[in-house]
């Protein structure tokens, strides 16, 4: 089993700038790809951004150029870093890590951006 807790999210005005940060209870090295989703009211959820094993990224479209997602293996944390936010951006956001073929997930931070 893998537990992941998240912190951070919160209230933010548009422009400004969060970090969310996703801490792992397995090395991170024994971990596949994790990975941060988010769900806005009435919409599905959607993959934010990504990090592999090796250390590749990639992010939703959406949010290319103002989203980083990093890693600090000594930590076994994931990070999400959040700048030039739009009230689009507000949603649940979750961490998540598939590991043996079954899905982990964070609690869940919220973030709303106000305009």
């Known amino acids: 089993q893998v537990q992941l807790v998240e912190s951070g999210g919160g209230l933010v005005q548009a422009g400004g700038s969060l970090r969310l940060s996703c801490a792992a209870s397995r090395d991170m090295f024994s971990l596949n790809a994790m990975g941060w989703f988010r769900q806005a009211p009435g919409k599905q959820r959607e993959l934010v951004a990504r990090i592999t094993r090796d250390g590749s990224t990639d992010y939703a479209d959406s949010v290319k150029g103002r989203f980083t997602i990093s890693r600090d293996s000594a930590k076994n944390t994931v990070y999400l870093q959040m700048n030039s936010l739009k009230p689009e951006d507000t949603a649940v956001y979750s961490c998540?890590?598939?590991?043996?073929?079954?899905?982990?997930w964070g609690q869940g931070s919220q973030v709303t951006v106000s305009s």
């Open positions: 998540n890590v598939r590991y043996q073929f079954k899905d982990y």
